[in-house]
């Protein structure tokens, strides 16, 4: 029974030291931009991005960043962003299906609605993967990958709190806007901003930043240089949104209805054509 137990503990500080183990720590990060995050490295080593496409990534501070992109970025991805921890437990239990704030286990209502909201998670797991903060986008970002492995979640919210308790809110928001993928090989909202629209981030427009920001949830699947119908139709949500309609977004993009995609619209003015033909190549 003792060796049974000194496993089980072995076990348990393995798990709790691979749980908390990132590198480098989010200390790192206050001062410093990342030279390479873990989905950078991934798409390194993906054959796409094996075929000469040059990267790339040009972070800036927060003040080269136009306000209209801050904005669109938190009103399409984390409207609560200011009032959550890292993990925001209202949107999740929305996106179960579970609204009721003040639950108590002694009422069968209460417990009703619980078990109800548990059986449907499965089916309602897009909503519930909508329902990531900025925060929780940036830990994936910087240390982890996309799988959806059920340990890799407790990680990602293991490091989103510790990101929150170390970097607070702003720098949080700068890295995630300078690290976020918008495209293949596009990392950031400045080198976004100069490959779409030839212009520096701080000079978006908000029609501009809103089309980055819809590019968000799958910027290989739709970006401003493949697949328009998609994500104008998303960036207009976004732009009535940052005018303060009330409105929902549709869950993620690879969870969305075909939309039909309009005629073909000449590309705009201070769109770099050459880069946006050699994105939709590949």
């Known amino acids: 029974m003792g060796r049974v137990w000194r496993f089980f503990g072995i076990a348990a500080a393995v798990f709790v030291v691979w749980l908390f183990a990132v590198w480098p720590p989010p200390a790192w990060y206050r001062a410093h931009w990342p030279r390479e995050t873990a989905f950078m490295a991934m798409r390194r080593n993906q054959a796409e991005s094996e075929a000469g496409r040059e990267r790339r990534y040009q972070p800036v501070p927060m003040d080269q960043i136009a306000g209209a992109m801050r904005d669109a970025v938190l009103v399409s991805e984390d ?3 200011y009032v959550h921890g890292g993990i925001d437990f209202q949107e999740i239990r929305a996106a179960l299906g579970y609204r009721r704030d003040d639950f108590r286990w002694s009422d069968p209502k209460d417990r009703a609605a619980l078990w109800q909201a548990l059986r449907t ?7 519930v ?6 925060t929780q986008q940036l830990a994936k970002n910087l240390y982890l990958s996309p799988s959806r492995n059920p340990l890799r979640k407790v990680k990602e919210a293991v490091t989103a709190w510790r990101l929150e308790s170390t970097l607070g809110k702003e720098r949080i928001l700068e890295l995630y806007l300078n690290v976020v993928e918008l495209g293949p090989e596009i990392w950031g909202v400045e080198a976004a901003s100069q490959a779409y629209f030839r212009r520096p981030a701080r000079r978006l427009r908000d029609d501009q930043a809103a089309l980055l920001a819809a590019t968000l949830p799958s910027p290989l699947r739709a970006n401003p240089s493949l697949r328009a119908g998609r994500i104008r139709w998303r960036q207009q ?3 009535r949104r940052m005018a ?23 590309p705009p003015p201070d769109t770099i054509p050459a880069v946006s033909d050699t994105v939709s190549r590949h």
């Open 121 to 127: 998670a499965w089916s309602r797991r897009a909503r």
């Open 129 to 134: 993967r909508g329902a990531s903060t900025i």
């Open 237 to 239: 949500l976004i732009l």
């Open 79 to 81: 409207h609560r962003f």
């Open 244 to 266: 303060g309609e009330s409105i929902i977004l549709p869950p993620p993009e690879d969870e969305m209805p075909d939309v039909p995609a309009p005629e073909p619209l000449p």
